[in-house]
């Protein structure tokens, strides 16, 4: 175990539905990310906070929305998904966001299905 | 374009024997290195980790090794293992702060009884 968990494990959802991700790091760090992770392609950096600030969108579309209520807590709020979407989401925390070293702790990941 | 890559998407190695898995970066200006193991349905999981001020960091098992000139990352595992059945990742930051990782595509380590 990381520190980091994730919900649900697994979602199927329609390309109609609104659904959300959830992280929670148990670790007391302050910043914290989302990745996607397709078949054969390289994990992809979405979204990253740092003391609840969103600092880095990377090109994500807006029917992906992240909300961070707190350092414990990131959610990923996604609304009128596209079957290509389809992927593993994987959240990941980190002490903080201003070290030279700052290794990122990943949670088990998110398996989303789009149909 | 992608900044971290591997050589190789599969390597497969003996039980017992030494594995060594390779990554080459593009950007210069990474200042920091990581190798992390994800085995299946898992998230990727911390290994051992470098900066660019070092050329050489051991762990227990595993040795990363930094070449800056040709922009080099290398990970060793002695004494191959089961367990050690994972897809590895090099992952690369640049400067400091919560900027994020890029990662390279995997290398799958598949161990041979």
């Known amino acids: 175990e990381t520190g980091v968990t994730q919900t649900p494990r697994h979602l199927v959802m329609g390309m109609t539905n609104k659904k959300s991700l959830k992280c929670e790091q148990h670790?007391?760090?302050?910043?914290m990310y989302w990745y996607k992770q397709s078949a054969k392609k390289p994990l992809e950096l979405m979204f990253v906070y740092n003391f609840k600030e969103q600092t880095e969108n990377n090109s994500v579309p807006s029917r992906f929305s992240p909300e961070c209520p707190n350092s414990s807590h990131l959610f990923l709020h996604l609304h009128t998904l596209q079957p290509e979407d389809s992927a593993l989401y994987l959240c990941a925390s980190s002490l903080q966001g201003h070290a030279l070293t700052d290794t990122q702790y990943f949670g088990p990941g998110t398996r989303l299905t789009v149909l | 374009g992608e900044s971290v890559g591997l050589h190789l998407p599969t390597l497969s190695v003996q039980e017992g024997d030494n594995s060594i898995i390779n990554c080459a970066y593009s950007?210069?200006?990474?200042?920091?290195f990581i190798w992390y193991k994800q085995e299946s349905g898992k998230g990727p999981q911390f290994i051992i980790d470098?900066?660019?001020?070092?050329d050489k960091r051991q762990g227990q098992r595993v040795t990363v090794l930094l070449n800056k000139t040709v922009k080099h990352l290398s990970l060793q595992i002695a004494a191959t293992q089961p367990g050690d059945s994972a897809v590895y990742f090099c992952?690369?930051?640049?400067?400091?702060?919560?900027?994020?990782?890029?990662f390279g595509k995997g290398t799958h380590l598949i161990i041979q009884p």
């Open positions: 950007n210069s200006a990474s200042d920091y």
């Open positions: 992952a690369e930051e640049k400067g400091g702060g919560a900027d994020g990782l890029t």
């Open positions: 470098i900066r660019s001020n070092m």
């Open positions: 670790l007391g760090h302050n910043a």
